[in-house]
């Protein structure tokens, strides 16, 4: 295995790190905002160096999504696709454990909140959206694919709730805010406005159905069904 440094906000290490590089998986920046630059030092490092593939970890539908954290995402396949360089694009739609981040929370209050209404998620576990990137990179025939990943169930939060509720043995429910108070609720319990406003703007996106598809091109890629909600509540319940 070879380790090597390479740090978004220092372009200067993108070059060494993928010296001799043939596939690169882009999984996008944590930044809040300001990736589109990164992204960008990243891709014009990948043409120089040769790299014959890029693979960019993006949002579900984000050519057509209404939710702010899609433009950085449709920006930066707009950069790939200008540059030349062979890809495929992984739109990946939400993660479960970002709901289940609220699970702590959830249990101590007996509720889950939010802004999505009655929209409903389809959520996937991490371990499946990387098995994606996983088999796109070790095997042939995705350059130039799009593909649009969820899982082959989806849920509501008030499902998500029902389903908390009846593993934990505590009444669970979930009590649906206006994009405006769930943002409060996020920044009253610590996290920082801007990615309040984010995740409360994808929520109100969700009630509008951008964080659904069933396409079923997850299970199809990674050749199994996808883990379902339930698995992983019980995972989270465990501890």
Do not use: C
């Not at 372009?11 to 882009?26: F, M, N, R, S, Y």
């Not at 406005?193 to 984010?198: F, G, I, V």
């Amino acid at each position: 295995m070879i380790v090597r440094e390479a740090d978004y906000s220092r372009p200067d290490t993108l070059g060494p790190a993928l010296d001799g590089v043939e596939k690169l998986l882009l999984i996008s920046s944590t930044e809040v905002s300001g990736r589109l630059p990164r992204h960008r030092a990243v891709i014009e490092a990948a043409k120089v160096a040769g790299v014959s593939l890029i693979a960019y970890t993006s949002m579900l539908h984000a050519d057509t999504s209404p939710a702010t954290l899609a433009i950085e995402h449709r920006q930066t396949e707009e950069v790939i696709a200008a540059s030349g360089l062979p890809a495929v694009i992984l739109r990946n739609g939400w993660y479960t454990e970002n709901h289940l981040m609220a699970l702590p929370a959830a249990l101590e209050h007996g509720a889950f909140v939010g802004a999505a209404k009655e929209g409903r998620f389809s959520s996937a576990a991490r371990q499946d959206y990387a098995e994606a990137a996983a088999m796109v990179l070790a095997t042939d025939g995705h350059a130039g694919r799009t593909y649009e990943l969820a899982a082959d169930q989806a849920f509501t939060l008030a499902g998500l709730a029902a389903e908390v509720s009846r593993q934990s043995g505590k009444a669970t429910v979930y009590n649906d805010l206006s994009e405006v108070a769930y943002r409060d609720v996020l920044t009253g319990a610590g996290l920082p406005a801007d990615l309040a406003a984010l995740l409360a703007d994808a929520d109100a996106a969700a009630s509008r159905g951008a964080l659904f598809d069933n396409g079923g091109t997850l299970g199809r890629l990674i050749g199994r069904p996808t883990i379902p909600m339930e698995s992983l509540v019980a995972t989270a319940l465990r501890g």
